[in-house]
């Protein structure tokens, strides 16, 4: 059965725009007959239960309903067996580099800003043994690539053309990267329809690339637009009241709907009013005292 899906990450409380996204998720899910389950993506070592559970709670205190709840850090078995599937069919190699080596490493002409240089891609069993004596820490493991770039199509921004460099998959402290266990789970969950926010947008299509090289379904994507403060950054406890515990469950979503160009006060009439393709593609600025009326 489909689903979408809402996957927060319990490092610090939702704030105004983590529970827009969330509403958005659930009314795309909603609207089209899918399930709606939510993910608690924890497998950072920034992150804690109870933040987990109280983001929990302020969903359910806005009116969110869902089919289920999953930990990542309950998954481990489902990580290691993609990694073990990767590896056996040649595709991941050892990475030695810190951000300091990437940022600092020659590239070819044609080489896309920010992808990685390939720099560990093609070394001998002794370059690789030296390497590992010299850092004296596990190393990455890395995607071994046959692209550039892979396009996505997006129900918001239309088909989308990102980079597919050699991408980490599983950090060096042994953790799952989030690119690799994104992908992982929403196929485990029959998960075919992700919804977040667009600052997510560029790293889509390395998933999507995964995806099918794992194969896997290529979800359908929505990336909505981001909730900002003033100076155009994302919010934070500096910007005043931003956690639901702050602004209180009936004016968040006052604020929500306002700023979606709706008259509804609670989920259930958002769905009644829900339109994709009314969906603003702008910002929506944030103040405490927003109305909705500044998100264009």
């Not at 996204?21 to 993910?39: M, N």
């Not at 933040?51 to 481990?76: C, F, M, N």
């Amino acid at each position: 059965m489909t689903a979408g899906r809402f996957a927060p990450s319990p490092s610090a409380d939702l704030h105004i725009g983590n529970l827009r996204t969330a509403v958005l998720a659930w009314l795309f899910a909603r609207s089209t007959g899918r399930r709606f389950l939510i993910r608690v993506d924890d497998l950072d070592d920034r992150t804690s239960v109870d933040i987990g559970r109280r983001q929990l709670a302020d969903l359910e205190a806005i009116g969110l309903t869902w089919d289920a709840v999953e930990w990542q850090s309950e998954q481990p078995d489902r990580y290691s067996s993609a990694l073990e599937e990767l590896a056996s069919r040649g595709l991941l190699y050892e990475c030695y580099c810190s951000r300091k080596d990437i940022a600092q490493a020659p590239r070819a002409p044609h080489a896309p800003q920010g992808a990685y240089p390939g720099t560990c891609r093609d070394l001998t069993d002794a370059e690789r043994a030296a390497r590992r004596a010299e850092i004296g820490r596990a190393p990455a493991l890395r995607l071994r690539t046959d692209a550039i770039v892979h396009t996505i199509g997006d129900l918001l921004h239309g088909d989308y053309t990102g980079i597919v460099d050699d991408f980490v998959v599983r950090r060096g402290d042994g953790v799952p990267a989030y690119n690799l266990a994104v992908v992982v789970d929403d196929s485990a969950q029959g998960i075919d329809q992700v919804v977040r926010g667009d600052d997510l947008l560029p790293s889509s299509p390395r998933q999507a690339y995964l995806a099918r090289m794992l194969g896997f379904p290529e979800p359908t994507y929505a990336h909505v637009a981001l909730v900002l403060n003033e100076d155009g950054a994302r919010l934070a406890k500096r910007d005043g009241a931003v956690t639901l515990a702050e602004v209180g469950a009936q004016r968040a979503l006052a604020q929500i709907s306002a700023s979606l160009g709706w008259r509804a006060r609670d989920v259930e009439g958002m769905l009644a009013e829900f339109d994709p393709a009314g969906l603003p593609r702008r910002p929506w600025i944030y103040t405490p005292e927003a109305s909705g009326s500044d998100d264009g």
